[in-house]
């Protein structure tokens, strides 16, 4: 199934977390209507495909060094 994907990354250095703009996960499925590989003329679309995307997918990685606001603050 497709889905989002919010990533919030962490600066350890100054503690600010900076969002990054979400984006969509495409999968291969047939029977996702959100996918490329389905069709777009399918039949009984809403009874045999899933007509929702996956629960966002969420992360926040913890990068060691200053976010970019403060890096550019202290040049």
């Known amino acids: ?4 994907r919010r990533v ?3 600066y350890t250095r100054c503690g600010h977390g900076v969002n990054l ?3 969509e996960i495409k999968c ?3 029977n996702c209507k959100f996918s490329p590989a389905h069709r777009q003329n399918c039949p009984n679309c ?8 996956q629960y966002p997918q969420q992360y ?3 990068i060691d060094r200053l ?3 403060c890096s ?3 040049r």
Request: net charge negative.
């Open 1 to 4: 199934m497709c889905y989002w």
């Open 8 to 10: 919030r990354n962490i």
């Open 21 to 23: 703009p979400e984006e």
């Open 28 to 30: 291969d499925l047939v």
């Open 46 to 53: 809403s009874q045999t495909c899933w007509q929702y995307r």
């Open 60 to 62: 926040s990685p913890h």
């Open 67 to 69: 976010c970019p606001t």
């Open 72 to 74: 550019n603050t202290h």
